[in-house]
Every structure is written in structure tokens, then in C-alpha cells.
């Protein structure tokens, strides 16, 4: 890139000018001047709640049956506002589960969402029976925030023990696959890749999503899904 003067250089009003578009300005006619990195930036409303929406919508579980709880009410008004999406609330979680069977069965897929631990283990039952009868169901949990992990603490709803793994444990031995979603950067994977084997293996998962990060956003939310199939049943 060379720098050249403009004006007239008597009159004192020679200023510098780049030839290269874009350019700044500089001194040193040899000197280049890179420009910095652009970091990646989420689009609007790349959030990780809207990612999950549209991924129910795009496999075709357009209902949801759902139990409000204070883990999951962010996650929760992302399923509402997605189009073509209806979020329907039920009464309590084995309703919620046992409506997301019946509906796998009729749709091919079907899809519940509650809270954590006093939620999801009110759900295990239903969610055991679609396991038995390899009916791909995706419960969805809203989970602790993702800072409380590691911390010791003891959350409300819980069995007073602040070991947040023992929700997980229980769905591990009903479900194909587990996910617990406290991190954004594998957030895209981690519930793509859920999705996924639930239609692949015709059983049930589990996604556990922190309760902080619904409303986050991450460039990976505006992506493909990971493959999707239904198998025809």
C-alpha cells in the first residue's frame, strides 16, 4: 500500500491519502496497517431458548406440554414465542409426560417441559413408559443456574443435597441420551445431537437446560441442525 500527499505542499495543506480502500492514513509510505479480527457475533434473536423452539418445530412436535416452575419460566417464554409453536400447560408433570407420549405416538415425536428436580422427578414414570414403548419423547428441564454448579449451595425444589446430579441419574437409566446444557459454546451440539438420537434410536431424552442461559445468545444458534430424521413408523 503507498501513501501519497493531496493538495499543494507550498500552502501547507498536503495531507496524507491511502490508496487502499478502506485504509487508514499513515506516515511511512511502506507501512501496512491489518485490520483487527472480527469476533463472531450472534444474530438478533439467536438465543439458545429460540434455538430449541425452532428445532421442535422443525422435527414436528409443534405442541409442548409444560409444567411453569421457576427453572424453566425463561425457556418457557421462548416456547411461546415461537411460531408455530403452542405451548400447552398441564396440570402436573406426569400430565405433561404422559400427554408427550401419547402425542409421539399419534406425530412420531413428542415433547414436555418442567422444572428442575421436583419437575423431572414427578415426570420419570411417563418418560419410563415411553422408553418401554420406544416412543421418542424429548423432556426438556429447566436446570440450576450454570454459575450455582461446583458451588456447594443447596437450591430450593431439591432433595436438600447440593449434588445437582442426581435428576440426571435417574433419567440416564429411561432415556438414550443425556444432555445438560450449562455452557453456551457446545449448547448448538449438545441439544442438536439429543434431538437427533431420539429420533434415531425411537426413545426417549433427556435436556437440561440452565436456567440462566435461555435468553443468551451465540453465533452456533443461527446454524443447520445436526441431521434430523423421523423413522417411519
Known amino acids: 500500500m503507498e501513501t501519497l500527499l493531496v493538495g499543494n505542499p507550498a500552502n501547507g495543506v498536503a495531507k496524507p491519502m491511502c490508496t487502499g480502500v478502506g485504509a487508514l492514513p499513515v506516515a511511512n509510505s511502506h507501512a501496512v496497517i491489518a485490520a483487527p479480527p472480527q469476533a463472531a457475533v450472534a444474530p438478533a434473536g439467536a438465543t439458545l431458548g429460540r434455538h430449541l423452539a425452532r428445532r421442535l418445530v422443525q422435527i414436528g412436535a409443534s405442541d409442548v406440554f409444560a409444567v411453569p416452575g421457576?427453572?424453566?419460566?425463561?425457556?418457557?417464554?421462548?416456547?411461546?414465542?415461537?411460531?408455530?409453536?403452542?405451548?400447552?400447560?398441564?396440570?402436573?408433570?406426569?400430565?405433561?409426560?404422559?400427554?408427550?407420549?401419547?402425542?409421539?405416538?399419534?406425530?412420531?415425536?413428542?415433547?414436555?417441559?418442567?422444572?428442575?428436580?421436583?419437575?423431572?422427578?414427578?415426570?420419570?414414570?411417563?418418560?419410563?413408559?415411553?422408553?418401554s414403548e420406544n416412543l421418542p419423547v424429548i423432556c426438556i428441564v429447566g436446570g440450576p443456574n450454570s454459575n450455582d454448579y461446583g458451588t456447594n449451595r443447596v437450591l430450593h425444589h431439591t432433595i436438600g443435597l447440593p449434588d445437582f446430579s442426581q435428576e440426571l441419574r435417574c433419567f440416564q437409566a429411561i432415556t438414550c441420551h443425556q444432555a445438560v446444557v450449562n455452557n453456551l459454546d457446545d449448547a448448538h451440539e449438545q441439544i442438536d445431537t439429543a434431538i437427533a438420537?431420539?429420533?434415531?434410536?425411537?426413545?426417549?431424552?433427556?435436556?437440561?437446560?440452565?436456567?440462566?442461559?435461555?435468553?443468551?445468545?451465540?453465533?452456533?444458534?443461527?446454524?443447520?441442525?445436526v441431521p434430523l430424521f423421523i423413522s417411519p413408523r
Open 70 to 131: 421457576d427453572f424453566n419460566l425463561t425457556l418457557l417464554d421462548y416456547l411461546i414465542a415461537e411460531p408455530g409453536l403452542n405451548l400447552v400447560g398441564c396440570c402436573n408433570e406426569l400430565n405433561a409426560g404422559y400427554a408427550a407420549d401419547g402425542y409421539a405416538r399419534s406425530r412420531g415425536v413428542g415433547a414436555c417441559a418442567v422444572t428442575f428436580t421436583v419437575g423431572g422427578l414427578s415426570v420419570l414414570n411417563a418418560i419410563a413408559g415411553a422408553y
Open 197 to 225: 438420537t431420539a429420533l434415531r434410536e425411537s426413545k426417549p431424552v433427556y435436556i437440561s437446560v440452565s436456567c440462566n442461559l435461555a435468553g443468551l445468545s451465540h453465533p452456533t444458534f443461527s446454524r443447520e441442525p
